[in-house]
């Protein structure tokens, strides 16, 4: 594969030259405010760099899944909003649509060094489209904003896995270049899919088993030790025969599971599976609760309606003990509904002994868009960890070993 880097790009000379970026600058709102601005801080260094440099820097972006159509919600005024306050010296204006003629406008208006974002890709259902020509129509669109000698560079790496119009077709269209993100998060996944330092522990979580089907597949034989909590370890449980009240459970799994257990055990992966539970008595911040062995859930005075929000104290004590003989160590999907702090003890335990593995020099990723904003939220400093990434789906699609579109493209 030849992937053109940004450093390749700059040292051609871009003064003057309509330069496309598409970035990742989907982040999580609270209302118009920015409440994980990760992704972000992420994408500035590359944005600063081509606008040091002189280029008239144009921004693609997705926010959150509109239907193809303009909607104020999915609007990247917050997001742009929050760059300007991070990097003022940019100047950056947000265009009042996405390929249009305020967006042609403002783009053949720009001076060198600044900055237009345009308005979110998913306002025209040509992006998401599965129609190669619709994309391909779209893609024309947005590379004609660049003018006659443009340049196209990928820095989105959560959004690689998709076969969007703005991150796959666009780069058939214009010279294509790998931005610093990309080279980055790929470098560090890399270290994760061969030559892991051993022992390798892999801590998953997350509401649904089925989003980490593929990649528990992948990592069996490995990883060394797979740690499971969230929702999808009532899934496990209910694999291994007990009971689990109300919990989240995906019938329909369990036997893939039952599958993966086995095949584990052979390939000398080990499962480690919570021993005990937080089982509360409904899905509230101030739901009565109580810790209960894993095996035994219905044994809580909320009998068959207790449900598990939190993997207990001494799943957490054992987690982390795992964590920290670990030389290299992935984690994806938080252990409870640490959004209510009654269920955030498992994923702070965690988070807090990725953090102390770090210190002692082991290797440790935090992948994802929830485990990134569950980090942040419980006050962990982004430097606490190895990597903090900003794909959640593309860094899972990069362990299952698949084949990432975005990438692809960039082959040239
Ligand atoms: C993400 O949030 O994982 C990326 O920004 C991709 O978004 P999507 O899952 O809506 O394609
Ligand atoms: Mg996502």
Excluded: C
Aim: glycine residues 10%.
């Amino acid at each position: 594969m030849t992937l053109h880097t940004l450093s390749e790009l700059i040292d051609e000379g871009v003064r003057g030259r309509h330069i496309l970026i598409r970035s990742d600058l989907n982040v999580p709102l609270d209302g118009s405010n920015v409440t994980d601005d990760g992704r972000i801080k992420a994408s500035l260094p590359v944005i600063k760099a081509l606008a040091d440099a002189g280029a008239r820097v144009l921004v693609s972006a997705h926010l959150g899944r509109p239907k193809g159509a303009p909607e104020a919600k999915y609007s990247l005024a917050p997001a742009v909003a929050r760059l300007s306050e991070l990097a003022p010296e940019l100047n950056a204006v947000l265009a009042a649509d996405t390929t249009g003629p305020a967006a042609q406008a403002a783009a053949a208006d720009l001076a060198d060094g600044s900055v237009l974002v345009l308005q979110n890709v998913r306002f025209d259902a040509r992006e998401t489209s599965k129609v190669d020509g619709e994309r391909a129509a779209f893609a024309t669109e947005l590379a004609a904003l660049t003018g006659s000698n443009g340049a196209y560079v990928d820095d989105a790496f959560g959004a690689v896995h998709r076969k969007h119009a703005s991150v796959y077709d666009i780069a058939k269209v214009l010279p294509s270049y790998q931005g610093d993100l990309v080279r980055t998060e790929l470098e560090v996944l890399r270290k994760l899919t061969s030559d892991s330092e051993r022992p390798y522990v892999v801590v998953l979580g997350g509401s649904k088993v089925s989003d980490k089907l593929a990649v528990i597949d992948n990592l069996i034989g490995k990883a060394d030790s797979i740690l499971v909590g969230g929702g999808m370890l009532f899934t496990f449980l209910a694999a291994q025969g007990h009971k689990v009240g109300s919990s989240l459970l995906e019938v329909d799994q369990i036997p893939v599971v039952q599958d993966y257990l086995k095949r584990a055990a052979a390939a000398g992966t080990n499962f480690v599976l919570p021993t005990d539970v937080v089982v509360a008595a409904g899905f509230a911040a101030d739901a009565a609760h109580e810790v209960v062995a894993a095996d035994a859930i219905e044994s809580s005075a909320f009998g068959a309606s207790g449900l598990g929000l939190d993997i207990g104290p001494d799943s957490a004590a054992a987690f982390a003990t795992a964590i920290s003989g670990a030389k290299t160590v992935f984690w994806n999907g938080p252990m409870g509904v640490f959004e209510f702090p009654a269920f955030a003890a498992g994923t702070k335990a965690v988070a807090q002994a990725l953090a102390a593995n770090t210190s002692n020099g082991g290797f440790n990723v935090v992948g994802g868009g929830d485990s990134a904003a569950a980090v942040r939220t419980l006050g962990f400093a982004d430097d606490a960890f190895g990597h903090i990434s900003t794909g959640g789906g593309a860094s899972l699609e990069f362990l299952e070993g698949k084949e990432l579109p975005g990438l692809n493209a960039l082959d040239r």
